[in-house]
């Protein structure tokens, strides 16, 4: 089969070495207008469930992403000065470059072709020259654009702004950090993803960020500003900008994922709010599930057919629990009144994924002092400086 796939992300890329791997007969071919050393973003994070999905579709590129992981079990919950630590979730952070890094040289191995610094600008051309066409061309897709009659995309532009740094203090866990000053409240998900860096991820709402003033400042400035609003996290560190800018969270979804030899995959079909977890991470599970289509069927308009009718679902689940996850943030002025214990409670319960039964079995010290703090028993509770010391 002659395959195309506009887009050397992690979608297309993990889609052509799968692809491949099954069969060296076919001509696949990676379109993307990138360089291979282009640095763009900073960590990216899996779920355990999700290393177990990638083991099983490929071990060769899993063993070298697993050998580059930081891995913690830990989501801490910062509010008022005091840090509360929750138990038993599994996650691991690797850099964005480092993971497309692997999977090219992946590529590579198996006789995938990259080709780098090619932008598609005509798709229709494209796609008369091949067997499939797979659109893994990011959240602001052109074949998207292009077939937009045929996909009938929704774009849902968030009213919360967001800026992506990294930053040399390591956080060991996934930490939520909420801060207020005379602007608004100001919220930060970080994480470590090597031994030497961190993801810091600054969102806010749009009252928050027009009394800050954000539209009349310049990157420096914007990038001070943050740096005093989260001194007391970045413990003297700065923010590292790679060209960051506020952002509007943009949420993607096609009634159609396919027409004819067309189909979307990763950002292009879907995105999910980056407080459930990555995008890279359905990305990289939507390839194996187009991949896993083609092993039952060798006909191109039978297994999209079954990629979109056996994928969406499972899509529309976990866009169901990112919607509920992304309101809570545009929301959390309203929760600023809880106690720390309240609103680490009320953070990890946000989505409607993980049931109180859930969160007893991750961490029933957790729990306990919630529900003595609910009784009114006071006392036992696991409230902690911000500095990680017990109070
Ligand atoms: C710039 C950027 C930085 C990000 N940083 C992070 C991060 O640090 N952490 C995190 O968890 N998530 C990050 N994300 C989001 C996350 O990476 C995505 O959810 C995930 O990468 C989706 O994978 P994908 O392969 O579908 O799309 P992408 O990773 O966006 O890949 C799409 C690729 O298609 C290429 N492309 C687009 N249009 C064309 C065209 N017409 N011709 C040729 N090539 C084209 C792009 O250059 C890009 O390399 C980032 C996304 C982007 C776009």
């Known amino acids: 089969m002659k395959i195309n796939i506009i887009g050397g992300g992690p979608a297309g890329m993990y889609f052509a070495i799968l692809m491949k791997k099954a069969d060296r007969a076919h001509e696949i071919t990676v379109y993307e207008r990138n360089g291979p050393n282009d640095t763009f973003g900073w960590g990216v994070v899996f779920s355990g469930k999700t290393l177990r999905n990638l083991r099983a579709a490929d071990e060769g590129s899993h063993a070298e992403i697993t050998r580059a992981f930081a891995a913690w079990d830990n989501v801490d919950v910062v509010h008022h000065d005091s840090k509360i630590s929750i138990h038993g979730n599994s996650f691991s952070g690797i850099a964005r470059l480092q993971l497309l890094k692997i999977l090219q040289r992946r590529c590579e191995e198996l006789g995938v072709k990259l080709l780098f610094r090619t932008e598609v600008h005509d798709v229709d051309s494209l796609r008369a020259r091949c067997d499939l066409l797979v659109a893994a061309d990011g959240v602001n897709s052109t074949a998207r654009k292009q077939y937009s009659e045929c996909f009938a995309p929704s ?29 608004g409240v100001f919220a930060a998900h970080s994480y470590k993803f090597n ?197």
């Open 155 to 183: 774009l849902d532009v968030r009213p919360n702004r967001y800026i992506w740094y990294g930053t040399k203090r390591l956080f060991h866990g996934l930490t939520l950090t909420f801060r207020e000053n005379e602007a």
């Open 195 to 391: 031994k030497a860096t961190s993801t810091f991820i600054i969102e806010c709402d749009q009252e928050t960020w027009d009394t800050a003033g954000f539209s009349a400042m310049s990157d420096d400035q914007t990038r001070g500003y943050l740096e005093r609003v989260f001194a007391k996290d970045l413990d003297g560190e700065s923010l590292l900008s790679n060209n960051s800018k506020w952002i509007n969270f943009l949420v993607v979804k096609n009634q159609n994922w396919f027409f004819e030899n067309v189909v979307l995959i990763g950002d292009a079909l879907h995105t999910a709010h980056f407080s459930i977890g990555s995008g890279t991470k359905l990305a990289l599970e939507d390839a194996i599930a187009l991949f896993e289509r083609f092993t039952a069927t060798e006909s191109v308009a039978a297994a999209l057919g079954d990629f979109e009718s056996t994928r969406k679902p499972v899509i529309e689940e976990y866009q169901a629990a990112a919607y509920e996850s992304m309101r809570w943030f545009e929301n959390a002025r309203a929760y600023m009144n809880l106690s720390p214990l309240e609103l680490a409670y009320s953070v990890m319960m946000r989505s409607g994924r993980v049931s109180y039964e859930d969160l007893k079995k991750r961490d029933p010290d957790f729990i306990a002092a919630y529900e003595e703090r609910e009784a009114g028993a006071g006392g036992r509770s696991r409230r902690q400086t911000a500095d990680g010391s017990e109070e």
